[in-house]
Nanobody, 119 residues
Framework: QAQLVESGGGLVQPGGSLRLFCAFS????????MGWYRQAPERPRELVAN???????NYADFAKGRFTISRDNAKNVVYLQMNSLKTEDTPVYYC?????????????WGQGPQVTVSG
C-alpha cells in the first residue's frame, strides 16, 4: 500500500525556520514529481513548491527566496526548508506526489502537518 508520511510541523515565532519532511512508500510506482501544498481555513489549497524527479523546482511567489524544496530520490523523500516565516505561513501543509503504475496515474496526499507561526 502506497502512502506519504510527513513530519516537521510545529510552532515557531515570526522570522523563524521549520523543515518539513515527507517520505513516499510504494515500490510499484515510478518516480514522480513531489511537492508541498498548503491550505488555510476556508481557503483553497495552494501550491507552495514542487520538484520533479530530475530536480527541476517550481515555487509559488510567496515562497520564492524564503523556502527551499529538495528531494532524495534514492530514499523517496522530499524536504521543505522554510525560513523567515511569517504569520500568514500558518496553514496546514500537505505533501503531494504524482505517480504512475501499470499505465494508471495516481495522486497521493499526506496527512498535513500544522505549521503555526505566532509570537
Amino acid at each position: 500500500q502506497a502512502q506519504l508520511v510527513e513530519s516537521g510541523g510545529g510552532l515557531v515565532q515570526p522570522g523563524g525556520s521549520l523543515r518539513l519532511f515527507c517520505a513516499f512508500s510504494g515500490s510499484i510506482f515510478s518516480s514522480g514529481a513531489m511537492g508541498w501544498y498548503r491550505q488555510a481555513p476556508e481557503r483553497p489549497r495552494e501550491l507552495v513548491a514542487n520538484i520533479t524527479s530530475g530536480g527541476i523546482t517550481n515555487y509559488a511567489d510567496f515562497a520564492k527566496g524564503r523556502f527551499t524544496i529538495s528531494r532524495d530520490n534514492a530514499k523517496n523523500v522530499v524536504y521543505l526548508q522554510m525560513n523567515s516565516l511569517k504569520t500568514e505561513d500558518t496553514p496546514v501543509y500537505y505533501c503531494h506526489t504524482h505517480r504512475i503504475s501499470k499505465g494508471s496515474e495516481y495522486d497521493f496526499w499526506g496527512q498535513g502537518p500544522q505549521v503555526t507561526v505566532s509570537g
